[in-house]
Structure formats: structure tokens, C-alpha cells
């Protein structure tokens, strides 16, 4: 840019600015999932008499080199507000904007006020606006910085880190401040190369463990797009989607077609829908996790993602709205053409995978915990996990895993699972392995979706005793079954019994089909010279013992209370 250019914009800079031919355009960004507009960009654009359309490039330069950006901004922020208002009161609200400010608008005393003060002039929320600084901007004078940040922050302002990998200490950005959101540079698409892809990968994933919501900008083709999507990217923006756009513009797209916008409800069952780690090995149990690792699996690059998908249930019928590689690779393997051919299956209610999933469903979306249905088909062993990362009024959003135990997919567990082989697994609904020494126990199989009451979730064995008695066991029966597995007793009890273990009857909770509450529970000590081991079993009883233990319950308990 030549200097007499320089002096044009100084010239006409305050001009343009009272004329109103400085304004904002607004470039769409959308939430990968759902091809829903998610948020807006307010991007500066000088609509000159003589040169036509400037773009930034052109003038932000100078501006700040001359103190005037601050005006600038300001102008940009004071239009995207009344923007803002304008599509509320017609009916068409925008989730969110976002505005970028120039380093130098830091250095002015008034910031947080003349911003906070903008939006109360124009009644707009200070959670609908997002600002966006470039990492650059940060690596000088961190304190300063950090205290403003820490004001916005404060008063529930979303900060977002423009460019994020276009400067060279980027790293540093992320160690010193607090996010809301990094945009990642359109850098990285450039050259859509694999080891591009790695990086962006790995930054991802790195964002999630931070627990930083993801951009990318600069998204020009349907192949980033997939891409990006399928990384667990949140949101995207770019030419592939839309160029940014005078107000009208966008008001004529978004009143055409319906549903665009994200509603205020969407925006915060997908915003945390968002900070799922698709990369992770075991995204289900790191989704809220606040101690973060890292978590990415080094041979990502042959088995991709984990097989996980997002599942969104509405008035009992499930949709998949995601599918990782992974995911898809195994629902092929089973037999199905296409993830449409699954949704259809399970969504006809006589389906047996309908009657199977639909408890985990349910008691997945009952609970804040992880769910699993173990259950083998052909010889191959799998175990479907449940969690739900979210839901309103209207639905619940569910991530699926799925694991495959055969001899190609070598699980730890598997091998020991498939020693038992699955003629035992068929008359057992839950074995488990109990350490009362190691005060430990690992449950190897679950036929039903009981979920695991190990010391993952209770500190202690006796404790995740207890929890499981609680919940899984029918009121009149728990104190006869903490009795049964009184672990202070146990070992006298079962070197009493003859055939080395003991068994009683309980009712339980839950029906698994037709079968009834009675299950015949047993503990049983397995041969071993270092470290005393029980196998705890579940069996579902016979019709006819069941209607027995019905009557003995009534007429002769004291035959029950046997331990
Ligand atoms: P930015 O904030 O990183 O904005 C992204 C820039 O990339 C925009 O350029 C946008 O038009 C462009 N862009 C968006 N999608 C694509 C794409 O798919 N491919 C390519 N090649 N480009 C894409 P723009 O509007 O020229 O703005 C340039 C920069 O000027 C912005 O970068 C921002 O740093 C700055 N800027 C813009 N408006 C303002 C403002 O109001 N205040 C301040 N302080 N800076 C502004
Ligand atoms: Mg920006
Ligand atoms: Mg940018």
C-alpha cells in the first residue's frame, strides 16, 4: 500500500465514519454437526464513492499505525449491536456475533466500559458477543493483558483467539490466558496435505483437553469440511459456506430458509455437546472430566477414531447425527450397508436391536454416568457404552461406543472374556471378579445393561456393594443381600459350604425381558494360592422356581434368610 493511499484513508477516515460508509459484513460461521449458523463474524468493509469496497487490508494497517482503529471498532461494535437487535425484533434472532479488536484498543483505559456500555445501549446479552483477538496481539504485555481478560471474563464475556497458529509462539498464548474458543488460522488449509491434517489433529485434541471450543477458519472445500467435521471440529467458517455478507444479505438468506439460525436452545445443548473429544480413546468417560491428559492414541493414523457415535433421541426414535470412521467401519462389519440402514433397523420398534437398546437408551439418559450392554453375536463379543452429554425439553444427545472383541480387534479384556467362553455368558447376566483383599473388583461380563458399581465409582469394595444394593436391589431384599456378601463373613462361609461357594435368591430391579425380578446370585470361591478370588454370578431363575421363590417370599421368609 502506497503512502498517498495512506493519506487518502487519514483523510477521509472520520468522513467515512460519519457518513456511515464504514460498516460491518458479516461472515456466517456454522456448527459442523448440524449446518446450523452458529454465531456471525463482523468483519469492517469502507464502501468508498471513489474505490468502491475496501477491505480491511487495505486500512486497519494505517488506522492503528495513526490511533484511530479504536473509533473504528467501536463503530463496528455499535452497528453489529444494532444489528443484532434488529433480527431479535424481527423474530430471527442470531445466536451470537463475534467482533475483532485491534491490540491497541487494550491499551485504552475505557475498553470494558465503552463495550459493556454498547451493549446495554442496545439491550444486547453479553453472552451473545464474542471478541476476537489475534494470538499476536498477547505476547507482550501478559499482565496487562491478563487483567483485562480476566475483567471480561468476569462479566461473562467470551474471549476467542483469532489466527491461532500464524504466529510462532503460539503455545505461549494458550499456556498465559484463558479461552473460550480458538480459531484456528486458515494457515492450516492451505496445504491440505496428510501431515496438515495430523496437526490439526493433534491441536484439536489438544483444544478439547483444554476444554477450549474449536473454529476453523478459512474453510474452502467440501473435503476440509468432512474433515474438520469428523475431527470433532465444532464450528467452521469460510468461503465453502459463505463469504461475508452485507446485513441484508444475510437477512434475506436466513429468512428463506427456516431453521438456519441456531436457536438459544440449541446453542447451549450443542455448545456442550461440543466439548466432546471425538479423538479421545474413551471419549465417553473423558467427556467432563476435569483433570485433562493427553489423550490421543499415537496409531490414530490406521485405526482413526474411536468408534463413536452421536446419537440424538427425539419423541423414541434415534438419529445418528455423527459417526467416526471407526464407528461406521464396525456397523459394516456387522452386516449393515450404510448408518441409514441401522437408524432405519433400530428405529422399527419390533426390531430386536430396538428392544435391546432401548433400556440403555433410557437409563443412559436417566443418568450422568456411563452404560454398558455387553452382548456377543456369531462368536464376536461386543459392548456398546452409552452416555448423555445433553438434553433439553425436547431431546436427549447420546455418544454410542462401540467395541468389537474379536481376534482382529485385541482387547486386553477381550481374551480373558472369550476364555469363558460364550455358552457361560448365556446363562449369566453378570460376572464379576471380586478381590476382597486388593478390596478390588473387575466385572468381566454383563449381559444386561446393570452398570458397573467397581471402584471406579465407589471408593471402596464394600462401598460399591452397597451402591449396587441400592439401586439395583428391590427394597424388602437388600439388608438379606448385604448379609450374603458381607465381606467380613464371607471367606468363614464359603470354607463352610460344601461345594465351596454360596448362593440365595434376590429380586432385582430390573426386569431384562420377560424373565422376572428373582435371580439366583452366587459367590463362589475360585481356586487360587495367592490371592483369594471370588467369581460373583447372576443367573435369571426358571419360571417355575420363580413362581416358588414368589411364594416362599410370602409365606416362609425365614427359609430366605438363610445367611
Ligand atoms: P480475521 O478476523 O482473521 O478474518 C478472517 C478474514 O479471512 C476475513 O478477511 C475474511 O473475509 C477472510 N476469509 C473468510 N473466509 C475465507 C476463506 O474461506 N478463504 C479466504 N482466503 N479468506 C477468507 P477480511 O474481512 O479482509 O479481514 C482481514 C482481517 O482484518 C481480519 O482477519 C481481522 O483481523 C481484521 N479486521 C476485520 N475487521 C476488523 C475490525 O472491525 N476491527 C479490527 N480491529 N480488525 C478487523
Ligand atoms: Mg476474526
Ligand atoms: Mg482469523
New binding site residues.
Partial sequence: MSRMNDVYILDHFSEALAKGHIR??Y?PIFRSVTGQICCV?????WLDPVYGIL???EF?TVLEEHDL?YA??ME?LKQTCLFYREMNERGTPIPSFS????RH?FRRRDLFERVSGCLEAYKVPVDAVKL?I?ESVMLEDVDAFRRIFQKFHNAGFSIWI??FGSAYSSLNVLQNYEFDTM?FD?LFLKNFSVKSRQVLLSLINMAKNLNIHTLV????TEEQRVFLRSIGCEAL????YS??LPSEELLSITAEKNGLLESLEDKNYWGRIGRLNVLSPSPLTDFDRTEKRNFISEDFQEKNIAPLALVECVQNRAYYVYVSDGYLKRVLNLGYDSIEALERVFNEKKSDQYLMLKNLILDAIGSDTVMELDYTNNDVYYTLGARCLARDRKRAMLALQLQIFDSENEVKTSKQMLQYGNALFSTYEIVTLVYPRLGASTRIYAADFIPSYDNVKAKTLKESIEKFCEAEIVPEDRERYLRFFNLETLGERIGSCPGGFIQDAFRLNRIKSAKGKWRNIRISRVPSDEEVVYIYTIQVVQEKEELMLDLMAKEHPEVLNRF
Fill in positions: 460491518p459484513y461472515q463474524e463482523a468483519l469492517a468493509r477491505a480491511p487490508g486497519i482503529i473504528l471498532d463496528i467482533v475483532n479488536l485491534s484498543d476476537e489475534t483469532d489466527d480459531k486458515m477458519e478459512g474453510v474452502e467458517q469460510g468461503y465453502y463469504k461475508p
